[in-house]
């Protein structure tokens, strides 16, 4: 019975307001082998790309590297060792070191993963790259703004309740 609605000719009027009356206020996203992605607004997106990065890592096809773990491990080693320069009172050089440590970790993990931009298409590695410059921006920024607020303080004297 579908089969003969869908091969039934409407006129342009017909087709307007049936698609209208039956076009739901939210679409749900198109199959990836479908290759066409409708654009949405910006916390939409996020929700929905959250959810897809969900799902993916947890599928059984999606295998991860052993440097994949490897990073995993850099992450939580950064954080404690920054934790414990900032906690532990040591000299200016000893808290320096978690920061190079930090650092050398961030650059290990972008090098892993620029490597999957070549199995991308042209339009995808580019977007990639347009998010990766973006969280660079991001990074450059918010230490700035630390920076300066650090600079504030420390020009102030030092919060007034110590």
Partial sequence: MAEADS??????GDAQGSDAAAKPAFEPPMPQ???NFPRRAG???????????????VAE?????????VTIILVIMCILSLVMAVSVPV????????LLFTVGSVVFYIINRLGIMISLTARQALIVWQILVAGF??????AMLVMLA???????GGPSGI
């Avoid at 096809?61 to 773990?69: E, H, I, L, T, W």
């Avoid at 000299?91 to 978690?98: D, G, N, T, Y």
């Avoid at 921006?137 to 918010?142: A, D, E, I, K, Y």
């Avoid at 650090?150 to 020009?155: G, K, Q, T």
């Fill in 150 to 156: 650090c600079f504030y303080f420390v020009s102030q």
């Fill in 61 to 69: 096809n999606v295998k991860q590297r052993f440097s994949d773990y």
């Fill in 91 to 98: 000299s200016p050089v000893l808290k320096l070191l978690p």
């Fill in 33 to 35: 082998e479908a290759g």
């Fill in 137 to 142: 921006w991001l990074g450059v920024t918010s």
């Fill in 7 to 12: 091969t039934k000719p409407e006129s342009a």
């Fill in 43 to 57: 916390l939409a997106n996020l929700y929905l790309a959250i959810k897809h990065i969900n799902d993916a890592s």
